[in-house]
């Protein structure tokens, strides 16, 4: 992700953090290791996980991958988050 994708990304930060269900949209991600979406899954599920803290590990990894930007987009719009993702990637 470059400078400019990683600020339009941080724009939506909060609200992606209050609002998504990691495990919902890790099913439509691929850039992922299973590595990385075990360790979202149990930022949600084990211990004292929260569902903030599995959107703000999911956010923090898909900020790492070249093409985070738009594998989250998507992801947005397959969970219902279309305002969200056209904050990131406008429809043309």
Do not use: W
């Amino acid at each position: 992700m470059n400078d400019h994708d990683r600020n339009l990304f941080r724009a939506i930060q909060v609200p992606f953090a209050k609002r998504v269900d990691s495990i919902e949209m890790l099913g439509y991600i691929t850039c992922l290791s299973e590595h990385t979406r075990d360790t979202v899954r149990n930022s949600q599920t084990a211990h004292n996980g929260s569902k903030l803290l599995a959107a703000q590990t999911l956010f923090a990894a898909l900020k790492c991958r070249p093409d985070g930007l738009q594998q989250a987009a998507k992801a947005l719009r397959k969970c219902g988050h279309d305002d969200l993702a056209n904050k990131i990637e406008p429809q043309q």
